[in-house]
């Protein structure tokens, strides 16, 4: 699954991509791994008119019996997310540029970097929450595309078209549950670097 991805955008570019408000947000574009902070674009509850960027951290504080971080949502009918996810405030976009897979053989691993040339900003569709600590985030992800499972074959993040994220952010809950589908493969691309 992906643990690694680039938003090589100012937050000012990236509350542009999304209609949203940048506020103070800091960011200038760097890479996000688990535990780190990135902007994600959340909506203001009440139907969604109004969106917000909004600094979180990736993972969520993990089930009573865990002890890490979650950082993907894959199981959407778990008791541990449904209450999230049907509630459409607790629903985020995670902007992205590009994303990392590895593949190959232990001790021989190679990483695979995969962008939408017709989004250069685009968004992974996530949930968010208030952490004790620090308000926090997770990524849905979906079966790979057949682009991805030359690479990877477990799992790819749910990736929306721009015409989704309204229903993302502001939908009933079936409407934005049927977005967590494998990304049409023909659109994506992968290199062997990070797309600049």
């Known amino acids: 699954m992906t643990s690694l991805y680039r938003l090589d ?11 949203a408000e940048a506020g103070d947000d800091p960011w200038t574009g760097d890479y996000v791994a688990p535990a780190r902070p990135a902007p994600v674009i959340v909506s203001d509850g009440r139907g969604g008119a109004r969106r917000f960027l909004r600094p979180k951290l990736w993972g969520v504080p993990p089930p009573p019996r865990g002890d890490r971080p979650v950082t993907h949502v894959r199981n959407l009918a778990s008791p541990f997310w449904i209450g999230t996810l049907r509630h459409a405030e607790l629903r985020c976009l995670i902007p992205a540029t590009a994303f990392a897979e590895w593949s190959g053989p232990a001790g021989a691993r190679r990483q695979h970097w995969f962008s939408i040339p017709s989004q250069p900003i685009f968004a992974f569709a996530g949930v968010h929450r208030d952490g004790e600590d620090w308000p926090c985030f997770a990524m849905l992800t979906t079966d790979p595309n057949r682009l991805i499972d030359r690479y990877q074959p477990h799992a790819m993040p749910v990736i929306l078209h721009p015409d989704q994220h309204a229903t993302w952010l502001s939908g009933e809950w079936r409407d934005a549950v049927a977005l967590a589908a494998p990304f049409p493969a023909q659109l994506m691309t992968v290199t062997d670097s990070p797309p600049m």
């Open 9 to 19: 955008a100012p937050a000012a570019a990236i509350a542009a991509a999304f209609a």
